[in-house]
């Protein structure tokens, strides 16, 4: 099994920056996807980035050029520099893993419990 626990979310003004982090532990063989989902009440989840072992990365349109993911494959950690923050970045935000706990083994999705990000003057 992989545990997701996240960190970082809290109350800020709009205009203003957080950075989320994200640590995987467990059995890890190999995390091939890292990234961050968000849900704000009434919504559905969305994707804010997503990032692969090769450091390629998707952004959801809502945060392209605002927020920035990056990764430590060697932490097994993921990171979300939020920017520019607007009131309707207010959500819940998700870590997300994809990847196997043997070498030869399927890869699974995994989810953090979320932080919350609130943009509120």
């Known amino acids: 099994q992989v545990q997701l626990v996240e960190s970082g979310g809290g109350l800020v003004q709009p205009g203003g920056s957080l950075i989320l982090s994200c640590a995987a532990s467990?059995?890890?063989?190999?995390?091939?996807?890292m990234g961050w989902y968000r849900q704000a009440p009434g919504n559905l989840r969305e994707l804010v980035a997503r990032?692969?072992?090769?450091?390629?990365?998707t952004y959801g349109d809502h945060v392209k050029g605002r927020f920035t993911a990056s990764r430590d494959n060697a932490k097994n950690t993921v990171y979300l520099q939020t920017n520019s923050l607007k009131p309707e970045d207010t959500a819940l935000y998700y870590c997300?893993?994809?990847?196997?706990?043997?070498?030869?083994?399927?890869?699974?999705?995994?989810w953090g419990q979320g932080t919350q990000v609130t943009v509120s003057s």
């Open positions: 997300y893993a994809k990847g196997s706990t043997w070498a030869g083994g399927n890869d699974y999705d995994y």
């Open positions: 990032t692969t072992s090769d450091g390629s990365t």
């Open positions: 467990g059995s890890i063989f190999r995390l091939n996807v």
